[in-house]
């Protein structure tokens, strides 16, 4: 996927990275005018930015100590959990390393002038690592994210980015002024595939979202025949399967329902749709979507899945994969099978799983 300077602009600003500084390199407050970062950043609505000329001999930076660098880089940490944390976005999420930029590499940076960049009260980062002093710290960050995340086709790219942070040495101590994502990037390395996976000749999308979905059949006590579970589910089967479901896609809004809309998991679990309408449902027919619910059981299923990797099974037969479910109920043993069929990666953008049929084993 293609990197975006604005990808860390964005995050950045949505995890209130920017902290309040008692010298004149502050933050400034945003102009009302400006668009919310978390729908176009602010770079869209800036000046085109210019670079600094960097002045000959340039200054040199001060050193955080080793704390002093370990504080820094937790509150550059800090800033992305609000993005990472997100149940169900993020397959890998993680800061790799952080570093003082040495002033022969500041050229590369470049870095925007304060007319591109509102937040440092008009100086420069250089008038700020002059005074009151500070540096630059490169940061490197590797995200991956989960198939769910890819079917709302994401407006930010993940793999391995570079960010740049100012960092000032005030009154308050180090803390971070300014943010920058870096013009390179690289494509996530390949992880190496899980056994089971491998077996099953499944790829890296399919074998997540088929694990999930699973799951979220069982949390949902979902275990009667379905030849078409579109027109057979009933509207609490729905309201319990979008429950556990949230589990795996962004969790569940203030209102109770999903972050995710309710039709676009229906069309990525239940069809092999790649767009298009969302499926309509025979139990939704005549009646209002449900809120996201727990079926009676889900605690008991959830406990058993949890202490038993092996409660579900795996085999494929063509472009059919079965998943097995055994479960010692207080109520009974539930024996299920959960026929799924495979979306390619071509024509797809990515490839996937979804529920075709299932039956009592």
Known sequence: MTRSLTRFAALSLCAGLLFTLCTGCAPAAPAPSEAPASSVTAESYAPAPTTIPLPDPLPEPLQPTEEELAALTDAIEAGFRADWDRP????????DSVRVIPPEEWADLELPLTSGNTRLGGKSWMDCITDPGGCLLMAQTTTEYTPEALVGVPQYSDGVMTHVYLAVNGDEGWTIADQWAYYKGSELPEPSPDPAQEELGLTRNQWVMLQHQTRALALSGIFRDLDDPLTELTAEEWANYLYARSESWFGLAEDGRTEIPAGTIFRADFTDRISGEDPTLAALENTEEPLPAPCAACEEIKTLLDADPQAIAYSRTGDVVTATLTLPLESGTVAMEYIFGLVPDDPAPFSR?????????
């Open 88 to 95: 169900g976005r993020y397959l890998t999420a993680r800061l």
């Open 353 to 361: 799983t979804y529920l075709q049929s299932a039956h009592r084993a």
